[in-house]
């Protein structure tokens, strides 16, 4: 697969499928291919090139993308100035990590000022999995990286976040998942039980913590849709694609199967009373509904005027990775 964005014809290809799919705007993410270097400056370099190649192709189509910033991790202060940078002066609505950043987890202490620079500007950060098998032989040595691998990464990635008391001391940032959150929603009583009954080191109920996160849908699959927005609510979901690994049919794929799915429409994490919606229109109206109205992050650019199906309206909250950056 060459580099998105690397030829001419990449980006008319993009938006062609794009609009045969129903989505108007893409918000662009580096993830999982970020500028993570020991070496401060280039970290920096690395951070800057990458935001600025985004920043160039939203002015180009500023109703058809929009970008969250890479930032020179594991230099929290670099980091968060970064961030300031992307927000202010290029107009990102927020930034991207991955779940590991150079064999450091997400809760590490060097990235306190970066998650406090977020968590003032109430800003979301999207955490995609890094592509690093866990450390785990078992899964690089099998060809499994991004089969199982990386929704692990999303779900071990987030319970260190927890654990380090990260969403607790920055209650302000918006946290988005990647692929449901991995295997979150289906251990979710499990990881409760053991905060509950056997210590484990979570500064709070971690449901309660894992509530308070968004989820995106690049998974595919309808049942573990419907799992997602049974344990954390239909207002936590945002429409994913895994752009552009997912392309043509596939894309589209990822855009229509939550049509197939008999959402809930009336689940949410204040009424956790699934009740089973077979109305095409009902449910889609109702997701739209539910998202438009609970999404608290920074104000998103408006797109030209929705067409009236699922992706129409969700496409202004369909991260995609990769745009711009080389294939993983």
Known sequence: MPCSGSEPTDISER?????DAGVEMQILSATPQMPYFDNEADAIEASRLANDMYAELVGKHPDRFAAFAAAPLPHGEAAAAEVARA???LGFL???VSTVVLDRTLGDPAFEPFWAELDKRSAPVFIHAAGKDLDSALISDHGLTWIV???FEDTVGVLH?????VTARYPRVKFIVAHLGGPLPFLLQRIDDNYNHYNEAFPDQP???LRNMWYDTANFHAPALRCTI???GIDKILLGSDFPYFRDDLYTRAVRYMDQSEISDSRTDTDPRPQRCHSPGLRVGRVIRHIRERW???ALPEPPACVPDFAGVLCRLSFQGGGGMSPR
């Open 15 to 19: 938006l062609r499928m794009m609009d």
């Open 296 to 298: 608290s992050g920074p």
């Open 94 to 96: 927020g930034a991207t």
């Open 207 to 209: 449901s309660k913590l």
């Open 161 to 165: 976040l927890l654990r380090a008391g």
């Open 87 to 89: 927000m202010d002066s």
């Open 230 to 232: 049974d344990s954390f």
């Open 149 to 151: 691998g990386a929704p």
